[in-house]
């Protein structure tokens, strides 16, 4: 055999090799499909005994062990906790392993653009909030909000929420800002950090909501074309001022610390960690109003532990353990009677953290949602969240 | 007693095994080969097939879940939208600027230790250039951060001389700086084997011969280096275009990588256009190779 023959016989056998392996993967896909129907009976009838372990896909310290040492005492369910660093990863978790958290996961802590995404893949299951007795004690809007649930059904237990705030350097900007359109103020070219995520969107969107009333904007997430293209121009016009679209929380603060940057979108936990290492920083929500992020355990479609999942779901939203939560973190309860708990560890703690707010205070916040067509008025003309995603890559890419 | 038997059978049967192997030595291969070969069969190309097949499935808008129907979209849209030319173009031009930078610093290092260094100047020189890889890739792309931030070492060395701050955090050429940082041991090594390689009485020929230094570098040691420089060329270059952390972290407004895309798509959860952008440096790989091959890059190793 010649030698030009004897390499096109290799190149063949390779070809063959592949062609059967692509085949192969083709048919292991296949059979594993993902379910898609959602669990239509009302969740669990009552708690049984725990089943001696949790796993837990968590924002950090949202399994803390200053609380949740009692908990694992209490019932004999061992934590094993993931971090998650982003929302997007929440997803990617608890889709791995055919979905529903994978038979591995019981609990995720799942923010609002996070949580629709996971109810409509049918990764998470119907929860029966009768089980959660302090759910009666919740502020009314986190009873059932529309991040979590869905015709009526609960899919989880609402936990935390916190503001999405305006951070400024008080040595450097000066007067410190007052409204959000600081953030695309050309006077701040090169200072200006915004968060690295399509749902980010919905922040220019709201600021447009009340600097262009004719656009008609009345949810920053139920955006129709019209309103969506208005929004990413802003977004064009914002990216040639921005130094740094960050991607986790602690890389914003970095920049802050860093003096990179002196003006920009960030959370309070952050604002909170910069004072403490003496950075010059101020928070303000502007009087408008601010979009928020709201958190919700959610139970996985296959949890392998659900009785400790509602033990623990059960044990978070108790006034005590959601103060303690609030303050480890720095974010604010769904349960007004945590209020006198967090006085307690911190004074003047509940104020600060706007617990004692009057309910219209909540009209303001525009909490994180994942958008879909539908609008809510009717109409299905709504840019859905995959539009979001790839005008976001345009903007930041 | 019966011990004794078992024991002269289990012997008699080693011995039988042997001489079968002794007798086809290419059984004794194929046993030998058998596990890398199916583990690179199965691991290595199954998820590349595997990458391959799923770029041309879809994902339901509503519930996320993958259809397994075939099509193209997931490649036309990356052909239709421009963002997408931009991010790789990005992507592959600093992965040739990282390369070039590399080269032209790791050359005269590399030449130096292989040729010029007394044994315990070359020892300590080899210690140097490893030593960074001593502390977690991570760790290094953070001590940058720190070194390149407004407030950081670099601009305090420059306010120091009266100049002023240099402006690079966060920002492409940030990148530039890192990457060939982070990866110039990769291209040292290579370059120092070849050059280490060259016959001294080749070098004596060009003398004699009535070369000066200028031309027996350009004629003699630089094409017998270049198989060298090809060679760690293929390491910056894909490792810095596979490369995602260093754009998250040290990057700024406008510059990711097909990497970041890839695994935002991912979270989305897209799967099947994370698929297809990531056959896009598959691609760009093979091409590669195919020209350092070309170039001899595969023969000095």
């Known amino acids: 055999m010649s030698r030009a023959r004897r390499r096109y016989l290799a190149w063949a056998v390779f070809a063959l090799l592949t062609g059967a392996l692509a085949v192969a993967a083709a048919g292991c896909g296949g059979s594993s499909k993902s379910s898609k129907s959602t669990s239509t009976s009302s969740g669990a009838s009552s708690i049984g005994k725990g089943e001696g372990a949790l796993n837990l896909i968590e924002w950090p310290y949202y399994s803390d062990p200053k609380f949740a040492n009692k908990f694992e005492q209490q019932t004999g369910c061992k934590i094993h906790r993931k971090d998650a660093g982003s929302s997007n990863q929440m997803v990617a978790l608890m889709r791995a392993g055919g979905g529903g958290g994978g038979g591995q996961w019981d609990l995720v802590s799942a923010s609002g653009d996070a949580s629709l995404r996971l109810i409509r893949g049918g990764d998470v299951q119907q929860v029966n909030v009768g089980l959660i007795p302090s759910w009666n004690d919740f502020i009314p809007i986190f009873k059932s909000p529309a991040h979590n649930t869905v015709d009526g059904k609960h899919y989880g237990v609402s936990l935390q929420w916190g503001p999405n705030v305006l951070l400024y350097n008080t040595t450097k900007i000066k007067p410190g800002p007052t409204s959000w359109a600081a953030l695309y103020d050309p006077k701040y070219k090169g200072q200006i950090t915004i968060p690295n995520n399509p749902i980010q969107i919905a922040d220019a969107a709201f600021y447009l909501m009340h600097s262009q009333p004719a656009l008609g904007i009345t949810d920053p997430y139920e955006l129709n074309k019209k309103q969506f293209d208005a929004t990413i121009s802003l977004l064009k016009q914002q990216r040639k001022l921005v130094k740094l679209y960050w991607n986790f929380d602690t890389d914003g603060r970095a920049a802050f610390a860093n003096g990179d940057v002196s003006l920009g979108a960030i959370w309070p936990v952050d604002t909170l960690a910069l004072q403490a290492k003496k950075v010059p920083v101020k928070e303000v929500i502007p009087t408008v109003g601010a979009t928020g992020w709201a958190d919700t355990w959610m139970l996985a479609k296959k949890a392998p532990h659900p009785n400790c999942a509602y033990l623990w779901m059960k044990y978070v939203t108790q006034p005590q353990v959601e103060a303690q939560q609030a303050l480890i973190f720095g974010e604010t309860p769904v349960n007004p009677k945590a209020c006198p708990f967090m006085n307690k560890i911190e004074a003047g703690s509940c104020a600060k953290y706007h617990l004692n707010e009057p309910l219209n205070y909540y009209n303001t916040i525009k909490f994180w949602k994942t958008p879909i067509p539908d609008c809510g008025n009717g109409k299905n003309d709504c840019m859905d969240y995959n539009a979001w995603q790839t005008a976001w890559t345009q903007v930041t890419g | ?301």
């Open chain 2, 1 to 301: 007693m019966t011990e004794v038997v078992e024991a002269g059978a289990l012997r008699g049967a080693r011995l039988r095994l042997s001489a079968a192997l002794w007798r086809r030595p290419w059984l004794k291969l194929s046993l030998l080969l058998a596990a890398p070969v199916l583990a690179f069969a199965v691991v290595y190309l199954g998820a590349l097939a595997s990458l391959f097949v799923s770029a041309f499935w879809e994902v339901d808008a509503f519930t996320a879940a993958v259809i397994h129907t075939w099509s193209l979209d997931n490649f036309r849209r990356l052909w239709d939208d421009h963002t997408y030319w931009r991010i790789t173009g990005r992507t592959i031009g600093l992965a040739s600027a990282v390369t070039l930078t590399d080269a032209v610093l790791a050359f005269p290092l590399a030449y130096f230790m292989a040729r010029l260094a007394s044994g315990r100047t070359r020892a300590t020189l080899f210690v140097l250039v490893l030593l960074p890889l001593w502390s977690s890739y991570l760790v290094r792309i953070y001590a940058w951060r720190t070194i390149l931030a407004k407030n950081g070492a670099l601009n305090w060395v420059l306010n120091g001389l009266g100049l002023p701050d240099a402006g690079l955090a966060y920002t492409n050429t940030a990148m530039w700086i890192v990457f060939s940082y982070v990866w110039l041991p990769f291209m040292i090594l290579p370059v120092y084997a070849a050059l280490e390689r060259i016959p001294e009485n080749y070098l004596e020929a060009s003398q004699d011969l009535g070369a000066k230094r200028w031309r027996t570098l350009r004629s003699v040691i630089l094409p017998l280096a270049l198989p060298g420089l090809v060679a760690g060329s293929i390491f910056t270059f894909s490792l810095t275009l596979g490369d995602f952390i260093t754009p998250a972290l040290v990057g700024g407004a406008g510059s990711s990588f097909i990497g970041n895309i890839v695994e935002e798509q991912v979270g989305l959860p897209n799967v099947p256009f994370a698929a297809a952008f990531a056959t896009v440096p598959v691609i760009v790989m093979a091409v590669y190779l195919i020209i350092a091959r070309r170039l001899g890059a595969f023969e000095a190793v």
